[in-house]
Nanobody, 127 residues
Framework: QVQLVESGGGLVQAGGSLRLSCAAS????????MGWFRQGPGKERESVAVINWSGGRAYYSDSLKGRFTISRSNAKNTVYLQMNSLKPEDTAVYYC????????????????????WGQGTQVTVSS
């Protein structure tokens, strides 16, 4: 198990940028694939981006490609989500999640495979 704590959310104007961080506890962070998800008001949870253990492979939701970038630092036990050109429809609670690579059968993994979730951080984009 790994504990995850997101930070970096807040209120930003449309067109602005934010960088979210997700700090993980434990010494096995590099064993985990990491994902970012979001859930907007009245919407279902959706996958935003996923990164493999080394950072050498990443997946993005088609609608977010080019604006969002996922990265990680295994030395700092942290995964990041850089969000640029933000739009009001990006308003949501953003969650990070972890899945042991050894349990991953495909990339990106199905969202319901993740068994470690953070508490979320609110991102609000004003128009």
């Amino acid at each position: 198990q790994v504990q995850l704590v997101e930070s970096g959310g807040g209120l930003v104007q449309a067109g602005g940028s934010l960088r979210l961080s997700c700090a993980a506890s434990g010494r096995t962070f590099s064993s985990y694939a990491m994902g970012w998800f979001r859930q907007g008001p009245g919407k279902e949870r959706e996958s935003v981006a996923v990164i493999n253990w080394s950072g050498g492979r990443a997946y993005y939701s088609d609608s977010l490609k080019g604006r969002f970038t996922i990265s990680r630092s295994n030395a700092k036990n942290t995964v990041y989500l850089q969000m640029n050109s933000l739009k009001p429809e990006d308003t949501a609670v953003y969650y990070c999640a972890a899945l042991l690579e050894a349990r991953m059968r495909r990339f990106p993994p199905s969202p319901n495979k993740y068994d470690n979730w953070g508490q979320g951080t609110q991102v609000t984009v004003s128009s």
